[in-house]
């Protein structure tokens, strides 16, 4: 199984004859700021000079559902310790030190650094930047970047795979120390800009300084380009908890128009829910993709849960049976579209290689509203689950498979340290199973045997992308490509060489690992 790397060794470093990123112009930005190449590399100048603070930046075609589980951690590993380097204080006169305040982003699919102060201390911090480069000599001790939540991880895996976008709130961590360290300095070669292996772009303030430095020396080769990895966008239902208060989410194409549409569907949603009696406050999570522009809704913490019903109720008035949209909703919307987001968007376009626009307008938010009630997910409930014969909605649900090997792991509950632990495990073609029984006395001598399932979870154990171990409780976690887990508490698993046999036959232990621990 691959680990996930880079391919940056020499035999697979990108040459002329290499798919190329999509030639698409770049946003325009009006007076915000213009474009212009230098070597090879793209750059934003931004229209507000400022004499007393200078701004460098540098942004990357590489975020968080880039980096495969077998690499969980990098990005943040080198993130954290890209910022402790170049927040030292360097020397800007005799007896006068200045330290530059840096910025580091790590988006879905961005990973940005913004270094901004006094300008030989911005110049200082940009030289060592590309001194990094060239030797990735990272610190060891540096925190790593805190993980970025979402309100629906599961969903997510439906359009991205398992990622370290999905993994964020689960307490999983990578290889650490110098195997660690050694997967943040393989990411930081690989995104070296002269090396031609990743797409990126570089901002100033000031237009005498593009091309300045290490940045005169053009990529080795044109950056391949990304291809889609987002899959199948069509109305689903996808499995949810219910206390996540998630109402629903959608896809529409990249871009300002979709980004504005989202605070108009919002505004839609929580006029409904208002109507309904319901006092809460509704949350608008966007998640700018390559392909898509993924948004989700769900209400605030501590402001109630929706029932299916109540998610049928907001899906039949805002989806299914759309009033049309007032006008005034999308004006307000648009007015509050400012330069911030602008620029924004616009990088994640330019460093994507993606075409779009940064300048939205009503007919475009219309369209992208369109977009979003074409491509929604539900959370799966009694209610919802009828539109996926009535409506064709994908169901991304448990599959039935006849048959299976069925091992009861205990003779009663007094046997399990907790409730946690499963009573039994299933073997299928495709699936492992861990069930939960309620236990009863029966017979004589008198003695516990199951007496009805009590839940189950399962995986697709032909799709495993990850085993998690935990020291503490000594449980090993599989997880598959949908976000699914299973947990099996290991003595018990020892304790049943056959069933242990056909686990380690499904090639377990060839996944990439991950420890469960505190997340910094």
Known sequence: MSDGGYGISPASAPTANASTAPSAPPPDLGEIGTWTTAAGHDWLVLADPDPEQLLLAAYFDYGLVDEPPARLDAAARLCGALRAELQRPIEVGVGQVSVPEVAVELEPTMLGLRIRGRRAAVLGAWTRLGELFDHPDLPADAPLLPRQLNAWDRDLATHVGVTAMNLADMPIHGPDGEAGRQLSRELLAHLDPRRGEVRHVFITNDPTLVGTGWTADPPAAPPPSRPPIYLDRRPALVLCPPDDGVVLSATATPGADAYVAGFV????????????????????????????????????????????????????????????????????????????????????????????????????????????????????????????????????????????????????????????????????????????????????????????????????????????????????????????????????????????????????????????????
């Open 265 to 520: 569907m919002q505004s839609l949603i929580a006029g409904l829910l208002d109507r309904m009696g319901m006092q809460a406050r509704l949350g608008y999570g966007y998640i700018p993709l390559r392909d898509a522009f993924y948004c989700c809704f769900a209400l605030n913490t501590n402001d109630g849960r929706l029932s299916g019903q109540e998610v049928m109720a907001v899906h039949d008035a805002v989806v299914a049976r759309p009033q049309p949209v007032p006008d005034p909703l999308i004006e307000r919307a648009l007015a509050a579209y400012g330069p911030s987001e602008a620029v924004d968007d616009a990088l994640r376009l330019r460093t994507s290689g993606r075409p779009g626009s940064v300048q939205p307008t009503a007919d475009g938010v219309r369209r992208a509203l369109a977009e979003m009630r074409a491509s929604v997910h539900l959370p799966l409930r009694d209610q919802t689950e009828p539109l996926a014969e009535q409506a064709g909605y994908l169901l991304w649900k448990h599959i039935d498979e006849p048959g299976g090997e069925v091992t009861l792991l205990h003779d009663g509950p007094q046997h399990r340290r907790d409730a946690g632990h499963p009573d039994a495990v299933k073997l299928t073609a495709h699936q492992i199973q861990t069930h939960q029984f309620k236990w009863e006395l029966r017979g004589l001598p008198r003695r516990w045997h199951p007496d009805h399932p009590a839940g189950f979870r399962w995986v697709d154990s032909t799709r495993l992308v990850m085993a998690c171990y935990d020291p503490a409780d000594q449980y090993l976690e599989l997880i598959d490509d949908r976000l699914r887990t299973v947990n099996l508490y290991w003595d018990e698993v020892a304790a049943h060489p056959a069933l242990r046999a056909e686990l380690e036959r499904r090639g377990i232990w060839g996944l990439p690992r991950g420890t469960f621990g505190r997340i910094q």
